[in-house]
Structure formats: structure tokens, C-alpha cells
């Protein structure tokens, strides 16, 4: 069994330095977007999507890009240029989380992470209420 | 008065609880006759009604499960799930059925299903070990009855009382139609792959009894050969279902892509590693006799890890965003209610925790065999190091889920680890079980001499180098391939592109040396696989897998590196635009326009945009119909259109189109929906803009701005007259409509009045009617700006598109399905091996077989 436990001990202590390495490198640091105006490095901002006129989330067949903008909690806003596939949740989603870099003052992306509200969230329907009928 | 059908629904819906706790109450009743009949000599009486409770009890969730898909078939939208999760529009059968199970209760519902079919398997087979492994098992059936009872699927929707009924005029109960399924859900996968991933999640409770059982006699040979044939089964199962998975989301989510280490996926990923090290132990242990501790441990806690996934998918635990707002998951979580999530905590607390310490106080009384793997090159040292390597890419992944919850616990702010994170740590894991696949079949158990495990290995080492040096070519022409779509400056590039932009020797040399692994371990497995089919047909399963195996690190290596995405616009009426040697042009929309919504065609889910692509090699093609150009049709369309209030609530759904040749996918996906492209007058930038009572020449038709009218804070709108050539006077009011509802930065929010778009006086040649979309007013100057589509004058639409190019994605497909399939074979083995287990021969010390050697 000797044997066993040196290859054992070694595959583990590798892997768990390895792991460490790779955790911090894949670390992303999470910024509001003051910050993110000055970063020279990739980083994530989260905010609430804008749906207003002027604000309006529009299709950039130019640049083949979905543009929108975001407020984030300091009621900052910039303006996102996302190219990659629009996720599905976007048209109703309230917020995003985007990540990307700023250039010109226009926040760069190429991930975002939409949160899926509820299904019809806020819209009244006479059914949505339960009940609950011969629970315990 | 209530009406006679409310007054049936009241009933059926007691009917399903009522269902439910006779679950509950025949589990209990099944425990105590257990007990009983395992501390006193049994009668045949006890026995009877030990099994007879236990059927009585399966039975009833069967039944449970049965009732619900009936109600979810037959379109009860007076119960709450059904009204949530099916409507009128889901018309094939086999769907109406499948939205049983898309929702949360339903998932509890499918699983305690499948683990209520397996019981009757586990008591019939069991043996001695009934009394162990029966309670247990029946116990989990409770609780998940209770987790039904509490998050429920029998609740009604609740009738209006008469004043809330005033507010809703066109109210009815119970509710003519449903919310309808997610049209993501409305795929054939999605009738098979939730039924076998959770066939695999509910086997996984029976090496968890037989482990428990095995503690508890402390006889930890005899449980080995009985619970074989249930962990290579779920193996399988579970791979197959991971694989289901992972096919849905390339073929419908427009991902690009099939595996994205979201929690969710990992959730399913990480009891497939460990309960694979099982298999892979539990072979040990009857060849070798090693093992025993582990096999104990892993069959313990493969079951656990389910329940933590369970946990950390349903509990809401990820769904939570932390301190900084950062969003966990692109899956949407339905969260548990608090009283249904105790039981699973109850759950996950009582058989980890349980089993992990019943494992600890035996861990001292386990024999330990000395001799096993005291020589390097040994198949006990292989397998050794195999469940090792499993057990650490288990707990890799397991640890990278769960982080966002450990710093939230450690009150740091919580991070979720990228793909990336998966995709570093997993290569070395990866090459390493590679390489050890690849050597297996060459060496034997206790000792292989060297020189012979050498001689063995050279053919097998000569193939892969020649396969590594085919790579290190077909590397570099893919590298050159993707260099021509790469551009440095965008910032919008994929992450594998910027992880191979940063360190593309580095790149290339996993790429090659991970699939030259593969290879080795492709070709090794199928030398002996063939070998051991023609002596032994069923004992050929395992090696098979391995084949599987290879090939599939193989694919996915090469498919995932060496991918190739490019984003076009194709406009209609404008020459094709070429990606990748492919020749794309639009070709028209076949969807039907609604009324009032000209640049919103109703797009259902047999509707597309068609675009006509011309392959690299067009002109050599011998044309059978004269055809040398092939049409692909991303799908777009709205799933919600008759739902939705007003255009913007419209839910969209975006659908790739795949074109499959043997050698690579070519993937067309709508980076967007399609946007309609309005002309613009000379020198402006969008639109026209028009100074009250100005004309313009526009197309065929001189356009003037009439008048301006609306009400203050409501409407606004303007009076156009159009005049054709033939003198014929044409009028159109486009009004914006002032919402109150959102009102920032001082702009009133504004919608477009749908009925006043369009202009069905005007056609153009191909039936679309004119259209006046209104932009804005001023309201100082009156000025107007519009958008215009007229005859002579016309828009267009701007199909933005996503296209992939994925080579070698076949081969990762190929190899999950012979994996899976020696899995199978090898369960096939294990079950006609069990056979001769007879009760008494535990007294007898374990005989431990002879393995196919390489000598033979």
C-alpha cells in the first residue's frame, strides 16, 4: 500500500495547488462603474437595464452589437456594447451583470449574465393568487 | 353556489393529498414491520405485510405521479402547477404529457417515481439484506411525499371573490387556458432527457442502502457483487442523461456549445464522477478484495452529493445574489418553499450525515488488504489511481458550485469560478485518466513483469504517435483557419479565444497531447475490447466504455479549441455575405405579419428566417436537382403574442440552425432578432424628419405633414397625406402613446399605437403593406420624425447572425454513445453474475476472480 499512498498524496497535493492557481486567475473583480471607467483590466458591473425612450435597448446592425444602458446602484449609467448572442431572459430581464472593458467611455462586453424574472412577473392576472385547499 | 365541476375539483384535489399521505403512512407502517420482523423470528405474516406495505406505499406514488400527468394532460388549469406549466397552444400529445415534469413538483415528482419502480427491484433481489436496505429506502419515499405534500402540485388556483370579480370583466373560472410551456422545454429531449437523468438519480439511492447495510452488518464483501449491476446502471443512466443534457442545450439553447459548467449541469456532473469511482472501486474490490473503505465512502456519497446539488439548485441558495449583486446562474431557479426545504436539509442531514458517521465509527473494523498496490505497474495501482483522479475532479467540482455559498458563509463576497477555473484544473485530471485508460488493458493485476507491459504497449504507442503528429498538423491548419477570424482589438471575443490568444503554444499542446492520449486510450481499450468480445462477449462492457471515453476526450478537445465563431449582418436585397467559405444570403421570412405590426411578422415555432447559403465548394458539386445551394432557418418567433399587453412584453425565442456533415457542424444562430432597417432621406442619420406642413419626395409618393394632433399628457400624434402618382390621396395618423408608468430623466415614456402603423392602402411587391412608424414630436416645434416604408421606397430586414463553425463535434456524440452502451453491456455482466449469489455463501471468505489478463 506504500506505493499507493506517495502517488496518492502526491496527485493531491498537485491538484490542490493547482486549484488555488487557477481560482485566483479566474477571478474577475466585481466593480461598480466609476471604477470600471478607470480599469485597464476586464472587470463585471451589474445594473438595472434602462427601457425608456431615449434609453431604449436597440439592435446595432452597424456594429452588429445590442446596445443598452445600465444604472448601476449609484445611479451612475453608462451605455453597454455586447457582441455576442442576446440571452434569451434579456427583453424582460430587470437587470444585468456585464463583463467587459471600458473604452470610450462605452463598457465593451462580451458575457452577460441576464437574472430571469418570474414567469410574468408584475403582470395582474386574476389567477396568479393560490390557495390552498385541504392542506395540512 | 358553486358550480358542479368546482364542487369535483375540491374533491380531486383532497384526492391528491389524500394520495400522498397514504404514501407517508404505509412508509412508516413498512419501517416498524421491518424492524419488527428484523429483531424477531419472522413469521410469514410479518414478511407479507413488510412487502405489502412497501408496494402499498410505491404504489400510491406511482399513483400520485400518475394523477398528476393525468391532470396536466387533460388541462385541469383550476390546479395552480397545471395552470402554470401547460396551455391550449401545446398541441402534441407526448408534450402535454412532458410538462408533467417541467416544473419543480413535478422533478420531486419524476424522481420519487422512478426510486418507487426501483424499490420493488431492490426487495425482490435483496436477499438477507431486506431488513437493512428496505426501511432505508421506503424512508426516502416519505420524504419526498412530504416534500410533495408541502410544495404541492394539487393546489388549486383561487376563485375571485365577487368583488375582485367586478375588476376583471372577462373573468372566468376555472381559467380557460393556461401560461403555456417555455418553448426551450417544447423539444423532443425534452420528453426523454429530465425521465433518464432522474431514472439515474434515483438509482443512486440503492448503493447508498447497500453501503448503509453493509456498515450496519459489517459484512463488506457480499454487498459488492449485489450492488454492481445498480451502480453500473446508474452510471449509464446518468451519462446518457448528462449527454441528453448536453445535446438539448447545443441543438436549442443557441449556446454554441454544450456544456457550460453552470451549477446546474455540475449538479449532475459531480454524482456521475463519484459514483463512476465507485464502479471503478467496486471492480477492485471483487478482483482484488482493496478498496473496501472507499467503495463504503463513495457509495454514500454519490447519493449525498445528489442532495447537495438538490440543495444548492433548489434551495435557492445560488439563486441569490450576493453583496455586490453578481448573478450566480444563467438557469432560472424556482425556489423551494421554506416548509418543503426543511425536509430536504432534514434529508440531506439525516443520510450524509448519518452515513458519514456510521462510516467513521466502523472505519477502524474494516479490513485492510496489505498487498494492494505495492507495485507501480499493477491494474490495482491503475484502478487505484483512476477512483482517485474521479474522487478529485469530484470534489474540484463540487467545491467550485458551492463557492458562491462557502464565501457567503465565510461572509466574504461571493464569486462563482468562470469556466475557465473548470477548464484549467480539469486538464491535468483529464490527462492523466487519458494516459491511464490508455496503459490499463496492458497491465495485469498484482504485477506486471515490464519488459512484457512494454512489448504489449508499442503498437498502441506507435498509432498514437502518429496520431499526435497528424494533430500537431491538423493543429496548425485549424490555428491558421482561426487566426483569419480573429481580431485582436475586440474586446467581444469568447473566452476560449482569449484563453488561446494568451498562451497558444501552451494551447497547442494540450490540444494535442489530450487528444493523442485519447487516442491511446481509444485504440488500447478497442485491441482488447475485440480480443475479450470474441472469447467473452458481456465481458468486453467495460472496455467498450473506455473507447467511449477516448474518443470522446478526443472530440472534445478538438471541437472546443479549435471552434470558430464569426457575427455577419446579411441584409435583404444585398449580395450574400461569406463566413468561413460559405456563401450567406437572405431569402425571405416566412412568417405571416399581424395585423397592425408590419415589422413584427407572427413568428410560431414552425416559422423562420430562410437564408440560402452557398457552400465553398458549390461549382464542383455534382448537382442531383440542380441544386448546388442548401437553405438553414434560425428560428425566431414570439411565444407569448396573444398573452402580452403591448409589443414590447413580447417574448422572444431564438432557435440555431445546425447543418451536420461527418466532419464538422455548421451552427447558424440569430445573434438577435432580426431588425427591420428603414430607409433614411438624404442626410439623416434615422428616419425623416419633417417641419410642420413640409413636403417630401419620397420613393414614388410626395409626403406631407399635414396637422399635428393629441391630447396633453396622453397622446401624440400626426396627420400625413400621402400622393402617389396616380393621384390618389392616401392619410396616416401614427400616435405615440404617453404610459405613465415609467417616467425617468424628465422623457416620458412613449409606445407606438400598433393600429396605426401600418398603411394597407400601400403594398409593395411582395404583399408587405406601407408603414409609418412614428419616432418622436417636438413638442415646441411640432417637428416630426418618422420612419417610413413605402413602394419605390421600401425597408429591409437586418438578419444578424451568429455562425459557428465546429469541427469534430461528431466525435464527442460517437464516443458518449459507446460509452454509455459498454456501460450497459458491463451492467448486462454484473446482473448475470449476480445470479448466483445464493444468502449463505457470505460465510464463505470471498473468491476473488481472475480477470481477462493481457498474458492470455
Not at chain 2, 463488506?220 to 451519462?239: F, I, K
Not at chain 2, 512494454?454 to 498502441?460: A, D, G, T
Request: glycine content about 8%.
Amino acid at each position: 500500500m506504500k506505493t499507493a499512498y506517495i502517488i496518492a498524496a502526491l496527485i493531491i497535493s498537485t491538484a490542490l495547488g493547482f486549484t488555488m492557481w487557477a481560482f485566483s486567475n479566474s477571478m474577475t473583480p466585481y466593480v461598480n462603474i466609476k471604477q470600471a471607467r478607470v480599469s485597464s483590466t476586464p472587470v463585471q458591473v451589474r445594473g438595472k437595464i434602462l427601457r425608456k425612450t431615449g434609453r431604449l435597448p436597440y439592435y446595432d446592425n452597424k456594429e452588429n452589437a445590442l446596445r443598452f444602458w445600465i444604472e448601476d446602484a449609484n445611479k451612475e449609467q453608462i451605455e453597454v456594447v455586447y457582441k455576442g448572442a442576446k440571452p434569451e431572459a434579456f427583453d424582460t430581464a430587470p437587470e444585468t451583470a456585464a463583463h467587459g472593458l471600458v473604452r470610450d467611455g462605452k463598457l465593451y462586453s462580451d458575457s452577460l449574465v441576464v437574472k430571469c424574472p418570474s414567469k410574468y412577473e408584475g403582470e395582474k392576472s386574476p389567477y396568479q393568487k393560490k390557495k390552498s385547499e385541504g392542506t395540512t | 353556489m358553486k358550480e358542479p365541476a368546482q364542487e369535483l375539483s375540491q374533491i380531486a384535489d383532497k384526492l391528491g393529498f389524500s394520495i400522498l399521505w397514504s404514501c407517508v403512512v404505509f412508509a412508516i407502517l413498512s419501517i416498524v414491520l421491518y424492524i419488527v420482523w428484523h429483531f424477531r423470528t419472522p413469521s410469514r405474516a410479518i414478511k407479507v405485510a413488510s412487502r405489502a406495505s412497501y408496494a402499498l406505499s410505491a404504489l400510491s406514488f406511482l399513483a400520485m405521479t400518475a394523477y398528476l400527468g393525468y391532470l396536466v394532460y387533460a388541462r385541469k388549469y383550476q390546479y395552480s402547477y397545471v395552470w402554470q406549466h401547460t396551455g391550449n397552444d401545446l398541441d402534441f400529445w407526448w408534450y402535454r404529457l412532458a410538462a408533467t415534469w417541467s416544473g419543480q413538483e413535478g422533478s420531486f415528482a419524476l424522481w420519487g417515481f422512478w426510486a418507487a419502480i426501483i424499490g420493488f427491484l431492490v426487495m425482490w433481489k435483496a436477499g438477507k439484506y431486506e431488513t437493512y436496505v428496505m426501511p432505508i429506502y421506503v424512508s426516502m419515499l416519505a420524504i419526498l411525499a412530504l416534500i410533495l405534500i408541502k410544495q404541492s402540485p394539487f393546489l388549486l388556483v383561487a376563485p375571485l371573490t365577487p368583488a375582485e370579480i367586478a375588476l376583471h370583466p372577462n373573468y372566468v373560472y376555472p381559467p380557460p387556458d393556461g401560461l403555456g410551456l417555455n418553448p426551450s422545454l417544447q423539444n423532443y429531449w425534452m420528453t426523454i432527457h429530465p425521465p433518464t437523468i432522474f431514472f439515474g438519480f434515483a438509482s443512486l439511492l440503492v448503493p447508498f442502502v447497500y453501503a448503509v447495510a453493509a456498515l450496519m452488518k459489517k459484512d463488506y464483501e457480499d454487498w459488492v457483487p449485489r450492488v454492481m449491476p445498480y451502480a453500473l446502471l446508474s452510471c449509464a443512466t446518468l451519462g446518457g442523461g448528462l449527454f441528453m443534457g448536453g445535446y438539448w442545450a447545443y441543438e436549442t439553447q443557441g449556446w454554441h456549445g454544450f456544456w457550460a459548467w453552470d451549477p446546474v449541469e455540475n449538479a449532475s456532473f459531480f454524482p456521475w464522477l463519484a459514483i463512476t469511482g465507485l464502479v471503478h472501486g467496486l471492480v477492485v474490490q471483487k478482483s482484488r478484495g482493496g478498496m473496501v473503505r472507499t467503495n463504503l465512502f463513495l457509495g454514500i456519497f454519490a447519493y449525498s452529493l445528489f442532495l447537495i446539488g438538490t440543495f444548492l439548485t433548489r434551495s435557492g441558495a445560488l439563486a441569490q445574489e450576493d453583496a455586490n449583486g453578481q448573478l450566480l446562474s444563467v438557469h432560472a431557479f424556482a425556489n423551494l418553499q421554506s416548509s418543503a426545504l426543511f425536509f430536504l436539509v432534514l434529508m440531506l442531514a439525516v443520510y450524509w450525515g448519518g452515513g458519514t458517521l456510521l462510516w467513521l465509527i466502523r472505519l477502524r473494523s474494516i479490513p485492510v488488504r496489505p498487498t494492494l498496490g505495492d507495485h507501480p505497474v499493477s491494474r490495482d495501482m491503475a484502478l487505484f489511481v483512476s477512483v482517485l483522479l474521479m474522487i478529485v475532479a469530484c470534489l474540484l467540482v463540487t467545491l467550485g458550485t458551492t463557492t458562491p455559498l462557502l464565501r457567503s458563509w465565510t461572509h466574504q463576497t461571493p464569486w462563482q469560478p468562470k469556466s475557465s477555473f473548470y477548464n484549467t484544473v480539469m486538464l491535468p485530471i483529464t490527462l492523466m485518466i487519458a494516459l491511464g485508460i490508455g496503459i490499463v488493458p496492458w497491465v495485469a493485476w498484482r504485477r506486471t513483469n515490464p519488459a512484457t507491459f512494454l512489448r504489449k504497449l508499442v503498437v498502441p504507442w506507435i498509432l498514437m504517435l502518429g496520431f499526435g503528429f497528424f494533430m500537431v498538423f491538423w493543429a496548425r491548419n485549424a490555428q491558421f483557419a482561426l487566426e483569419q477570424v480573429f481580431d485582436p482589438t475586440d474586446t467581444g471575443m469568447t473566452e476560449t479565444m482569449r484563453a488561446w490568444k494568451d498562451s497558444r503554444t501552451l494551447q497547442r499542446l494540450s490540444v494535442v497531447s489530450l487528444s493523442a492520449l485519447g487516442f491511446l486510450a481509444a485504440i488500447s481499450n478497442s485491441m482488447l475490447a475485440y480480443r475479450v468480445f470474441r472469447a467473452k462477449p458481456l465481458n468486453a462492457g467495460g472496455w467498450l466504455a473506455h473507447v467511449g471515453i477516448g474518443v470522446m476526450i478526443i472530440g472534445i478537445s478538438v471541437s472546443n479549441t479549435y471552434e470558430r465563431t464569426q457575427r455577419v449582418v446579411v441584409m435583404e436585397g444585398e449580395p450574400a455575405k461569406e463566413v468561413f467559405g460559405y456563401k450567406i444570403a437572405f431569402e425571405k421570412m416566412t412568417g405571416k405579419l399581424i395585423a397592425g405590426r408590419p415589422i413584427n411578422p407572427d413568428y410560431d415555432m414552425s416559422n423562420a428566417v430562410q437564408l440560402r447559403v452557398t457552400p465553398p465548394n458549390a461549382e464542383n458539386i455534382e448537382a442531383k436537382d440542380g441544386a448546388k445551394t442548401f437553405l438553414v432557418e434560425p428560428r425566431w418567433f414570439v411565444h407569448n403574442k396573444h398573452k402580452a399587453p403591448t409589443e414590447d412584453k413580447f417574448e422572444r425565442m431564438r432557435w440555431p440552425h445546425i447543418d451536420k456533415y461527418f466532419g464538422h457542424d455548421f451552427y447558424v444562430g440569430l445573434a438577435n432578432d432580426p431588425v427591420f432597417v428603414f430607409p433614411t432621406a438624404k442626410g439623416e442619420e434615422e428616419g425623416v424628419t419633417f417641419q410642420l406642413k413640409e413636403k417630401k419626395r419620397l420613393g414614388s409618393y410626395t409626403v406631407g405633414y399635414f396637422e399635428q394632433f393629441g391630447e396633453p399628457g396622453k397622446l401624440m400624434g400626426a396627420h400625413f397625406v400621402m400622393v402617389g402618382e396616380d393621384a390618389q390621396v392616401i392619410s396616416a395618423y401614427p400616435a405615440l402613446q404617453i404610459l405613465r408608468e415609467e417616467n425617468g430623466e424628465g422623457m416620458p415614456n412613449m409606445s407606438m399605437l400598433p393600429k396605426n402603423i401600418e398603411i394597407p392602402e400601400l403594398k409593395d411587391k411582395s404583399g408587405r403593406p406601407g408603414i409609418i412608424y412614428l419616432d418622436k414630436i417636438d413638442p415646441a416645434t411640432k417637428a416630426a420624425t418618422v420612419r417610413m416604408s413605402l413602394p419605390g421606397m421600401e425597408g429591409k430586414w437586418a438578419i444578424p447572425l451568429e455562425i459557428t463553425f465546429k469541427p469534430w463535434i461528431n466525435v464527442v456524440w460517437i464516443g458518449i454513445l459507446v460509452a454509455v452502451l459498454g456501460a450497459l453491456l458491463a451492467m448486462v455482466r454484473r446482473i448475470v453474475e449476480a445470479r448466483t449469489i445464493k444468502d449463505s455463501t457470505s460465510l464463505t471468505p470471498p473468491k476473488f476472480e481472475v480477470w481477462e489478463t493481457p498474458e492470455g
